[in-house]
Every structure is written in structure tokens, then in C-alpha cells.
């Protein structure tokens, strides 16, 4: 795939690494990319064997977001007038936002250097994050004179929190990664040449329970977040209801019963 590398963790079990991989364009989007990004996660989506997903960039950044020589230019998604841009927008970057949204995955962000503008948004989009000592995080669309096109705002204030979010938005101030994980935008900050592994094991621990579950779980997460009270609760009874019928959810009581460790078999 174009821009996008997809690739088996090599000690994460059940684990799938996408790597960006425009690194002389320090992994800012493309359209090819979006394309790619977009395919994967619909591949990665059909395969069972997959349970957790590790999103990373080829260093030395993570993405420095939108492309600023397609910006200068006026090419590609950045071309037209405002009309055609707000139709572009939607067509093109925002389809990554919505795509994981719907992605019922775990999705980890490594984090192992910069991720600026929609990049740190698309961190932003992953369930969880964990971040290298050389990352760096910064909203700097204003610096630019744009706003988060990608609805980062939105994924930022649900990182972090609204005012968190606010001071990055408005601002444009860079933050490093033990000031990310101060304010909760990176769960864990280890040395550089030990992310994926680290990212790995994390993705490890999530990936020995029922997948199901999990996948139903990330779900609830993620949808539950603009609901109601009532419209959560119904959507978990929902998902309990699927969840509790299957066959790994006998085996994971069987197991704790018989004190051993379950063999969850994706049914």
C-alpha cells in the first residue's frame, strides 16, 4: 500500500503494526495515504487473527499532519475555493476520523517522535497512547492561520479535556512527552528504541482477553461518549446481549472457575 506499511508485531501476539511511511515528508498525510490507511484498517478489520492494531510513523517523526508544500501549492485536497475545500475536506482526511471511529479494534498510537497538527489529532483518534522520549505534541493549526480541518478539536478535548485542549488549540504551543503524559495525552513515556516493544506488550495484555468482548467494548467506549445516559445504557444491554451468548464467554467463566487460563477462540 502506498505511503502505509502493514506489517505482524514480532512478539505481540494477535497484533498488526501500520506504519506511515512518508518519512521525507516527515509522514504528513497524502492522499495515497488516506487511501491506504483507510484500506488497511478495512483489511485489518476482516481478520480475525487481528485484535489489536499499533498505529506508528517511520522516523524520526510520528506525522507533521497536513502536507505545507500541498498547502503552498494549492494541489490535491488543498486546491479550489472555500466551497471545494470544505467537499475536499470531507472526501479526503476527515474520512481517516470517521474510519476509526467505526474501526471496532483497539487501535494504540506509538507515538515515536512529533506529531503535529493532524498528526497529534490522529493520535488523538487511537484508544490509547504511548509515546518515545523525542515525541512532541503540538495543535498548531492557528500558527498557520487554519483550524483542526480534521475535527482534531473535537479528538483533542476528549484526550485531554476541554481546557487542556483549549490552550493547545489556541496557543499552538508545543508540549514534550513528559509534559503529554502530565496532562494525560500519552499514558506512558519510555526510551525510544523500546516503544514498539512496549507498545507491544501492551497491545499483548489487551489482546489475551475475549476478543469479542473487547471489540465490543472499544465500541461501547467509543460510541457511548456523545449518548445520554439512557442511549448508553440501552447500547450496552445490547452489546452484553451479544457478548454474553458466545462461546468465549463460557470459556472465560469455565476457566476462572478451574483456576487456569482461558483459550478464547474468536466464537
Given at each position: 500500500m502506498q505511503d502505509?506499511?502493514?506489517?505482524?508485531?514480532?512478539?505481540?501476539?494477535?497484533?498488526?503494526?501500520?506504519?506511515?511511511?512518508?518519512p521525507e515528508a516527515r509522514n504528513a498525510y497524502s492522499e495515497a495515504m488516506i487511501d491506504s490507511l483507510c484500506a488497511a484498517l478495512d483489511a485489518l478489520e476482516d481478520d480475525d487473527d487481528v485484535r489489536v492494531v499499533l498505529l506508528t510513523g517511520a522516523d524520526p517523526a510520528f506525522s507533521a499532519g497536513g502536507d505545507l508544500k500541498a498547502m503552498r501549492?494549492?494541489?490535491g485536497m488543498f486546491a479550489g475555493d472555500g466551497a471545494r475545500l470544505r467537499v475536499a475536506y470531507q472526501r479526503t482526511i476527515?474520512?481517516?476520523?470517521?474510519?476509526?471511529?467505526?474501526?471496532?479494534?483497539?487501535?494504540?498510537?506509538?507515538?515515536?517522535?512529533?506529531?503535529?497538527?493532524?498528526?497529534l489529532d490522529l493520535a488523538c483518534m487511537a484508544d490509547l497512547r504511548i509515546a518515545s522520549e523525542r515525541a512532541r505534541f503540538g495543535s498548531t493549526f492557528v500558527k498557520v492561520g487554519l483550524i483542526p480541518g480534521d475535527g482534531g478539536a473535537y479528538w483533542l478535548s476528549r484526550a485531554v479535556g476541554y481546557a487542556q485542549a483549549a490552550q493547545m488549540v489556541l496557543t499552538g504551543d508545543l508540549l514534550d512527552a513528559v509534559d503529554a503524559q502530565r496532562i494525560g495525552l500519552v499514558g506512558e513515556v519510555v526510551a525510544h528504541d523500546d516503544l514498539l516493544e512496549a507498545a507491544g506488550a501492551l497491545a499483548a495484555r489487551i489482546a489475551a482477553n475475549a476478543?469479542?468482548?473487547?471489540?465490543?467494548?472499544?465500541?461501547?467506549?467509543?460510541?457511548?461518549?456523545?449518548?445520554s445516559a439512557d442511549q448508553a445504557l440501552d447500547l450496552a444491554a445490547t452489546y452484553q446481549g451479544i457478548a454474553q451468548v458466545s462461546?468465549?464467554?463460557?470459556?472465560?467463566?469455565?476457566?476462572?472457575?478451574?483456576?487456569?487460563?482461558?483459550?478464547?477462540?474468536?466464537?
Open positions: 502505509i506499511l502493514v506489517d505482524r508485531h514480532p512478539t505481540a501476539p494477535h497484533t498488526a503494526v501500520l506504519t506511515l511511511d512518508r501549492d494549492r494541489t476527515q474520512r481517516v476520523p470517521r474510519r476509526l471511529l467505526a474501526f471496532d479494534k483497539p487501535v494504540i498510537a506509538a507515538i515515536n517522535g512529533p506529531a503535529i497538527g493532524a498528526g476478543p469479542i468482548a473487547v471489540r465490543l467494548a472499544r465500541q461501547a467506549m467509543a460510541r457511548s461518549w456523545d449518548l462461546e468465549d464467554h463460557a470459556e472465560g467463566v469455565n476457566a476462572l472457575l478451574e483456576r487456569r487460563a482461558p483459550v478464547f477462540r474468536h466464537r
